[in-house]
């Protein structure tokens, strides 16, 4: 394989961190560093297989480790940065900030599986083996990142978790 095809998959690999993100400079480094360490580790992608799930999985494994290093604090959504694409009309822009708003305001967990599958159209099969879990745990977590996400927009508050302590 040439490079050709890592280059390909650069705005999608753009256009998720951005949406993970919310902010678009904090994006394009992390792109940045998921092309870094693909090209690094090259000779350990199985020819074959989907190129597009190894990077994102690259990805993932390196927001997760931001996320350890910075005790998983979470970032504000940069407002200048559009997360979608959009007509410039006043009532379309606080659409998509509402739904910037919305997104930021899901679990880590939530937002990536709702993200791959709905904005990357990725399987959930592939976003099983991006995210390295079941494929059962996507369809959960894209059902209840979805559910909250409604809710979110509804103006409703998400409903408490309420955890059984012994």
Known sequence: MDSSA????IPRLRRY?????GN???ADDLV??????????FGQWRAGSDLRAWLFSIMHNLRVDQLRRRGAATQA???DDGLLSTRPTQSDALEV????????QLPDEQREVLLLVSLEEMSYADVALTL????GTVMSRLSRGRERLRMIMAGQPPAARLRVVR
């Open 132 to 135: 390295a879990i079941p494929v």
């Open 77 to 79: 959504i940069d407002d």
């Open 32 to 41: 940045q560093d998921t092309l870094e360490r693909a090209w690094a580790r």
């Open 24 to 26: 678009r400079a904090a």
């Open 97 to 104: 900030r509402d739904i910037e708003s919305a997104l930021g």
């Open 6 to 9: 890592i280059l390909v998959e």
């Open 17 to 21: 961190a951005r949406a993970l993100l």
